[in-house]
């Protein structure tokens, strides 16, 4: 045992993740004056999943041996890094079905990704949460869709999902470290929870967790269908949802726009806001596929080929753009909510301000 020496790797390391923090927020400058440079990426794991969710059908992609190596995942994001990605957003399936998360987290963050993980929460224990976080995970999505557990379980198709969320969630809290550590929770906002938002964000609140609700993708799914009669429930809640927001102290991660614009959406499923997929935010499917968004049929696999002027040709931005033009749009967070960041002041300080506190 030596003092010295490990007080002089402590601040080594120390040294390291500031000079990245620098790097990493020098981009974030740079795309903020241009607006063009993709910094986010969606990486879709696995599309294995422990759970048969009634909304999601992502498990029936799943492929037998199209998940990346170690090695293709270490050098797909080499790739990535070079192209000014930063953040990252590890999900699924579920990640945690990937014995090697833990590696995986440590090989994104020692490359400076910002990196947080998506899970449904029904895998964790206290040792796993604790090993993914030595590897120096710090942001951490949890679905929790209900307080109802006889609700949950029915949404999972899993008997026990709610009492394993919750848990999974006291994890997370009592093992993250307090400083710059975020622990969001999502909920899939349907006509099976829409009367339950306001309290889901107090009950969420006291578990010291910040929330985020996200419309649901129906389809065509009649229970997950909102009827003309229920419009007025999303009028309510949404309505107390926009109050919450503007609470000085407020958990809900949403923008406000965001939560204007998805308060409309769930009544029509029309969306009024420019889509910046291969701009500012690109996905990454289980094998290797880079494309602008998860529906585009457009992609170069970085399990084979590696071409970073491609991806900042004109005609790769040719693309994104026809691609944003005649999408039918969506909601989901990890894009509309990147797009309003760079483009809608007020977002951009409720951002900046929840990040502070």
């Not at 848990?167 to 009367?195: G, H, Q, W, Y």
């Not at 229970?223 to 407020?250: A, P, T």
């Not at 289980?286 to 585009?296: D, M, T, V």
Request: aromatic share 10%; proline share 3%; glycine share 6%.
């Amino acid at each position: 045992y030596r003092p010295d020496r490990l007080s002089a790797r402590d601040t080594d390391l120390g040294r390291k993740r500031v000079l990245m923090s620098i790097v990493q927020y020098l981009r974030l400058f740079k795309c903020l004056i241009q607006k063009n440079i993709p910094l986010y990426v969606h990486y879709g794991l696995t599309h294995r999943c422990n759970l048969r969710c009634r909304m999601c059908s992502i498990y029936q992609d799943e492929k037998e041996g199209e998940e990346l190596s170690i090695i293709q995942i270490d050098k797909a994001f080499d790739f990535l890094k070079s192209l000014g990605i930063i953040y990252v957003s590890i999900g699924g399936g579920e990640p945690f079905l990937r014995k090697d998360l833990p590696l995986i987290i440590s090989i994104l963050r020692k490359k400076g990704f910002f990196v947080r993980l998506l899970t449904n929460g029904t895998l964790t224990n206290e040792d796993l949460v604790r090993e993914v976080i030595l590897n120096g995970l710090r942001e951490v999505s949890i679905s929790l869709d209900t307080l109802d557990p006889q609700k949950q379980d029915y949404i999972c198709n899993c008997n026990g999902s709610w009492e394993k969320i919750i848990k999974s969630i006291e994890f997370f809290r009592n093992i993250l470290p307090n400083d710059k550590a975020m622990l969001l929770i999502n909920t899939v906002v349907s006509p099976l929870n829409i009367m339950e938002l306001p309290e889901l964000s107090k009950f969420v609140k006291e578990k010291g967790c910040y929330i985020s609700f996200v419309p649901v993708e129906n389809n065509g799914i009649s229970e997950f269908s909102f009827k003309e009669s229920e419009h007025k429930y999303i009028d309510k809640s949404y309505k107390d949802l926009i109050k919450l927001k503007k609470e000085s102290r407020n958990n809900i991660f949403n923008s406000s726009l965001f939560l204007e614009k998805s308060h409309q959406y769930l009544k029509d499923r029309k969306h009024d806001w420019r889509c910046d997929a291969g701009k500012l935010y690109l996905s990454l499917s289980p094998g290797g596929e880079l494309s602008a968004c998860h529906k585009s049929g457009f992609s170069i696999s970085l399990a084979k080929e590696i071409n970073k002027n491609f991806v900042k040709s004109e005609e790769f931005k040719s693309y994104s753009e026809d691609l944003a033009s005649k999408c039918s749009g969506c909601m989901r967070p990890c894009w509309a909510e990147v797009s309003f960041l760079f483009k809608d002041k007020r977002s951009f300080w409720e951002m900046l301000r929840m990040r502070l506190l």
